[in-house]
Nanobody, 126 residues
Framework: QVQLVESGGGLVQAGGSLRLSCAASGGTFSNYGMAWFRQTPGKERDFIATISRTGAAVYYANSVKGRFAISRDNAKNTVYLQMNSLKPEDTAVYYC???????????????????WGQGTQVTVSS
C-alpha cells in the first residue's frame, strides 16, 4: 500500500494553467501505475490520465487530450498533472491513484486502483 498526497490545486481563470503534484510514500513508487481522476458533486469519479510504472506509456481522456500532460519522477516519488488551457468545466476535486504493476500496463477505471489521495480542489472561473 502507498500513501498519496496531492497538492497544487487552486483558483485559476479560464485559459490559465495549474500543475498538480502527488507525492507517494510507503511503497516502491516505480512499482505502481499512477493516474489522475476528478470528481464533481453528485457525479462519479472520472478518469483523466494515467502513466505506467516507468512512464513509458500514457493515456488520456478525450476531454483533456492536448491540454493536460501527466508525468512522473520516480526519483522523487511524485506524479504530476500539468493542466493548460483550463476551462470552467475542468472545475472538480482532483485525485491521484496508484495500482501495483509489474509491467507497463495502465488502467483507466477507478475500480482498478487500490490507493487514493485525499484530493485537491481545482476551480476554474469564467
Amino acid at each position: 500500500q502507498v500513501q498519496l498526497v496531492e497538492s497544487g490545486g487552486g483558483l485559476v481563470q479560464a485559459g490559465g494553467s495549474l500543475r498538480l503534484s502527488c507525492a507517494a510514500s510507503g511503497g516502491t513508487f516505480s512499482n505502481y501505475g499512477m493516474a489522475w481522476f476528478r470528481q464533481t458533486p453528485g457525479k462519479e469519479r472520472d478518469f483523466i490520465a494515467t502513466i505506467s510504472r516507468t512512464g513509458a506509456a500514457v493515456y488520456y481522456a478525450n476531454s483533456v487530450k492536448g491540454r493536460f500532460a501527466i508525468s512522473r519522477d520516480n526519483a522523487k516519488n511524485t506524479v504530476y498533472l500539468q493542466m493548460n488551457s483550463l476551462k470552467p468545466e475542468d472545475t472538480a476535486v482532483y485525485y491521484c491513484a496508484a495500482q501495483r504493476a509489474y509491467t507497463e500496463i495502465y488502467y483507466i477505471e477507478a475500480r482498478q486502483y487500490t490507493d487514493w489521495g485525499q484530493g485537491t480542489q481545482v476551480t476554474v472561473s469564467s
